[in-house]
């Protein structure tokens, strides 16, 4: 109840705090389809500040199960879409796409909005697929450490594919990918995010049918094989799950860095369960909560606008990874 008390919290300062400050029962009045005190508050809640911040709570409750989802998978504490190379992997995806669509003489694009969501969507999680079948394969060939550090690397090694892919596009269309490429909730429509929301949820309904087979897992491959589980057809129904929340995301909001790490390490803590139907709907909105609180930072009515999502996050999740490499959190080599 805490939890969804502060979402909400969170949820109202969002729509409330920014460079105009508008007070909460105006707030109340343009969601419930009054008219505010001043006519130009209507606009500003409901075209700028609510889709947004839709936004940023459906993508941060989708990378908080997507990095539960990896963590259980590879046994890995430090498995997140960022470090296992998926957001990149995804960026690649995307990238490709606007070449292709480019090059079958698509009008140039001012932004990413002018094309198909559900191609953007498609190509993203496709690049993400191609990740993380590739680390499921290498898994059972290496430790836990030298699979991070494979991610993190075949991570880069995408975004170096990125850079030649766009080296091959308009000028326009580098503009378009280079706004895309900043992680942010702020470029995301309602007709994107009525979409982004319908892949999560179903990708969410997946992931309730997958809890009890993810919670035998956690007993071990062996004993999970002799309880009857089909270990690998769980582990690929996993990964593509995961693939798809991290495609989509990237898709809509650009790289978004940290939330996958964040929200299942910090889920562990508070509800002390390793219960997959506990920790799903907590890492949900654990991650909600933690994206949207650094949206809202980002937008505070700062005299300077240098801050970013990604260095917000980066701000907790950088020493949250320093944390658990020196405490070995489960990272012994088994290799």
């Keep these: 109840m805490i939890l969804l008390g502060g979402l909400t919290l969170i949820f109202f300062l969002e729509l409330a705090l920014g460079v105009v400050w508008i007070p909460l029962r105006d707030v109340f009045s343009v969601l419930l389809g009054f008219d505010a005190s001043v006519d130009r508050w209507h606009r500003i809640v409901l075209d700028f500040r609510l889709p947004r911040t839709l936004t940023a709570l459906t993508a941060g409750s989708a990378l908080g199960v997507c990095g539960l989802l990896l963590q259980t998978t590879f046994r890995n504490p430090l498995a997140d879409p960022w470090f296992f190379g998926l957001v990149h992997s995804a960026r690649l995806g995307v990238a490709l796409f606007v070449v292709i669509s480019g090059s079958f003489g698509g009008t140039v694009l001012a932004s990413l909005g002018l094309l198909s969501n559900l191609g953007l969507a498609l190509s993203a999680g496709l690049g993400a697929l191609a990740m993380t079948s590739l680390l499921l394969a290498l898994a059972p060939r290496v430790g836990a450490v030298t699979l991070l550090l494979s991610g993190l690397m075949l991570g880069q090694a995408a975004s170096g594919l990125v850079s030649v892919v766009l080296h091959f596009t308009s000028e326009a269309q580098s503009r378009a990918f280079t706004q895309w490429n900043d992680g942010t909730f702020v470029h995301v429509g309602f007709s994107q995010w009525s979409l982004l929301a319908s ?101 505070l009515p700062w005299s300077r606008h240098f801050l970013h999502l990604n260095a917000m996050l980066g701000l907790v999740g950088g020493p949250t990874v320093v944390l658990l490499l020196l405490r070995g959190y489960g990272l012994r080599e088994a290799s």
């Excluded at 690998?232 to 693939?243: D, L, M, P, S």
């Excluded at 964040?262 to 994206?291: I, Q």
């Design 199 to 299: 892949i999560v949820a179903l990708g969410f309904a997946c992931t309730v049918l997958l809890s009890k087979p993810l919670n035998i897992l956690l007993l071990g491959e062996s004993y999970a094989q002799t309880l009857g589980l089909a270990v690998e057809r769980i582990r690929r129904a996993t990964v593509a799950v995961a693939a798809v929340l991290a495609g989509a995301v990237t898709a809509f909001c650009g790289p978004v860095a940290f939330l996958g790490i964040l929200a299942p390490h910090l889920a562990r803590v508070l509800f002390r369960s390793a219960d997959h139907r506990v920790l799903l709907p907590a890492c949900a909105l654990l991650g909600a909560a933690l994206a949207a609180l650094a949206d809202l930072i980002v937008h």
